[in-house]
């Protein structure tokens, strides 16, 4: 198994099997992300995937707000200018790294979410397998109303979720979305009051972990997967996912309870 890393500055990271919990700790600048911490995230993720002991993870933040997105004045630093090229240099080994991730680990990620989701933020919130928001949430991706264009997946994963219109909404004119538009919109899983949204996404956590481990995360990776295919190679994808997890401990014991007309106690193997 790959060792969790230290979390840096900003950073909390609790394994309390079957569940890892990752919370954003900068509440004093609204839990934006500095380089050291999307890259724990990263390392973390990848280890949470390799450890045979979690079934889910809960992403949460500290104070009123998820996160701000990234800490570019954090970065600033010294006010020193970075070489050209600065963006194109950084981006592959930090969030270019972390939504794939996201994506791609077999693990369900259920995230909690109440106040701003910004930017990066809001990139965290969409590559989450489920995001319990706060119905008076705000999230935002204020890329063109500062010039630039949008990063870390965005402008892949908003028209994949809400359609290209309603990303054009929000990524052209920048407009902002409640809580409540985006369960409406298809964004996120569920939109909650504000005081409700720790114990529904704990409760969700707690569902993921006790399912059946790996069929869920061969589904997830069929969803995402799916997407990019033919018909044809999905198919194909579908049968060997299917083979695996008919081959699983948890489809066996599927099997035993029906045939003891009980519900069935999954182990996640």
């Known amino acids: 198994m790959k060792p969790y890393p230290t979390p840096p500055e900003g950073l909390q990271a609790v394994s309390a099997p079957p569940i890892l919990t990752l919370t954003l700790d900068r509440s004093q600048r609204r839990n934006s992300l500095t380089d050291d911490m999307v890259l724990a995230l990263i390392d973390t993720l990848e280890a949470a995937s390799a450890d045979e002991e979690i079934r889910a993870v809960m ?82 991706a204020p890329f063109t109303a500062m010039g630039i264009t949008p990063d870390s997946g965005s402008s892949w994963l908003l028209p994949r979720l809400a359609g290209v219109a309603r990303a054009k909404q929000i990524l052209m004119l920048g407009e902002e979305v409640s809580g409540a538009d985006a369960a409406a919109w298809g964004l996120i899983h569920q939109a909650v009051p504000a005081d409700q949204v720790d114990a529904e996404a704990a409760a969700l956590a707690s569902r993921l972990a006790a399912s059946a481990t790996v069929a869920v995360g061969l589904a997830k990776v069929l969803i995402h997967r799916g997407s990019g295919r033919s018909l044809e190679t999905h198919l194909s994808d579908e049968a060997f996912a299917m083979e695996l997890s008919s081959r699983s401990a948890d489809f066996r014991e599927w099997a035993e309870s029906r045939r003891q007309g009980r519900s069935p106690d999954f182990t996640g193997r």
């Open 59 to 140: 992403l949460n933040a500290a104070g009123d707000n998820f996160c701000s997105g990234f800490d570019l004045a954090g970065r600033a630093g010294d006010g020193s200018r970075p070489r050209p090229g600065s963006i194109s240099r950084r981006m592959p080994y930090l969030v270019n790294r972390l939504i794939p991730v996201m994506l791609e680990v077999q693990v369900p990620i259920v995230c909690a979410v109440r106040g701003w989701a910004v930017g990066l933020g809001l990139s965290l919130v969409l590559a989450s397998d489920f995001a319990v928001v706060a119905d008076d949430a705000r999230l935002r």
